[in-house]
Every structure is written in structure tokens, then in C-alpha cells.
């Protein structure tokens, strides 16, 4: 399952998305954005899939 989010806060790979008001994802990043070097910062929009089992983590797929 894919959602949309801004990125709030970052500490060493991880990435803490705020999807709505009160939800919130813990996320690290796939690997075709590692492979390609693309850069996550604070308040980009980011495309995070969610695994349906445990939807507090899951990875990001795409940065907007």
C-alpha cells in the first residue's frame, strides 16, 4: 500500500514521515534511491509503502 507524506525529522537512514494529523510512519529508503544517490531532506514530499502487517514502518519509493 503507497501513501503520501512530508518527511518531519531524519537520524542516521531513518526517516520519520507524518502522513495525517496523528499518523506517522518510520521509513528508510529503497534501494533504487540509494542506488541513484537521491537526497531525502526534511519537508520533501515522499511517496512511503506501507506494509499491510505493520503500517508504522515501511520504505520510501519516490521523492516529489
Known sequence: MEVEGV???SCKGKFKIKVSDSYH???TL???IRQNEIKVL???Q???EVSE???TQGRI???N
Open 25 to 27: 510512519v518510520l521509513a
Open 7 to 9: 518527511v518531519v525529522d
Open 53 to 55: 502487517y505493520d503500517t
Open 30 to 32: 529503497s534501494g533504487k
Open 46 to 48: 515522499v511517496v512511503v
Open 42 to 44: 526534511v519537508g520533501d
Open 61 to 63: 519509493v519516490r521523492r
